[in-house]
């Protein structure tokens, strides 16, 4: 199917692809593969089992090996989300929680749509053999399912980088991209600041017992974080959200105003150091 | 990305996956994990190049083994093609002739349009280093290719398989299937009444010097044959231009009648005849 000609500008856009503790390097190789043959360039590997560089990988890779030396590396994937404010999980199961779940065409209108208006955004792709883990698809803003055969459902990461990155080359040129003006652009704001308000809150809620117990954290941290995600909120919207964290776990009710209560400017200066900490 | 449920039926349908003389086992068994993932059952293998059948395919094809032990073996791509009436071939290269060119999604939808009036339908897919060749590609009704990044374009032929099966799948349940009744069920003949029609037609033509020299018999070939199968003719039609050759074939121009001239019922029997010698 080779039908390269060099002579083209070579597609170097779209969505960051995100590969979460990759076990194979022939899979990574056949990822970057798919991307380069839809014109993607940003891939994250959180963590891959048998490190990096891999020599499998670049031999998997075929003329893609661009994309691969471009690849950063990331120990987490907090942090491999870093910098995007619209992520989707892809997952072949149902999973409990907050989400919506899409199928690749309509995820791939989300991507462009966003993508059009210079915001950052990504896929989730899971492990082979176990997939994503539920705390990290509810770090993600929507859930990606593709349509298969209920009886015989095994794509394999590769497959499923290639099902996305062509759909999202698909999606090229769409109406909103060609209209005269544009509305408010609204943004989320970047999953740091998100996972920042994660943090201060969840340790909050820890110190005052919220999640009873150890078996319960996992769910209830989950649903939290899937409501908060859904929401979409954008930067400044957080950075409020954080104020008010920072001043229902600071200051306890009833303190009389006067002192060391909490006056406006002791509110103010904890949201910032909140807003700081991440 | 694993998603088996063991309960559900096995979906097992639409068009055949024909692989023109395939290298690599790798590449069979990732075809056939791709059709199963989509739901495709009918993979027709002309001439696999390391034999039949294949260790190496049954690995890579994971669960999908059923697919490879029901596969069919040619030797060649015409009898790979017998008993379907449409067919497209996927070229990631321009090809000369008159053949309309598709997008994957357009072309799935008129498989299924045709597979759900019960029409047997097919795709074909070159082998890994030069794809398919002119004369096979001109065998085919339509020609399907694949959006892709034009400085990269490198689908190998089970990411190919898989992108059709997943088109494929996409296009259950379109409008057509739903309505309450269906207007004449209008079907191609099977492709080996076309074939014969090429081969009483080429031959009478070869007779008469009409190819010229050995080096333009090859395109001449190929433009008439593309001519024909763009016309989509069914098996009554067929049956009436096999008559027509025939007759122009057989009998000389001015004969008189009578003395064996070509009267009405020389003209029927040399039909007849030339349909049944395919």
Redesign the interface.
Known sequence: ??????K????AEGPSIILVEPQLGENIGMAA??M????LIDLRIVNPRDGWPSEKANSAA???VYVLEQATIYPTLREAMEGLSYVVA????MRDGFKQVLGP?EASRNLRARFAKDQKVGILF?RERI?LRNEEVSLADDIV?????????????A??V??MS?EF??T?NVEADNLPFAGTNFEEAPKEQLFGLFNQLEDALDARGYFRTAEKKPVLTENLRAVLTRAGFSQDEIQVLRGVVSSLDRFSRNMPRGAGSPDDDAHRKAQKEAAKNG
């Open positions: 199917m080779a039908g390269t000609d060099n083209q500008e070579l597609l593969r798919a380069a043959n839809f014109g075929s003329g893609a892809t997952t072949a199961r065409e899971g997939g399912t593709f349509p298969v055969n209920p009886a015989y459902a095994s794509l394999n990461i497959q499923a290639l099902l062509y080359l698909k090229k």
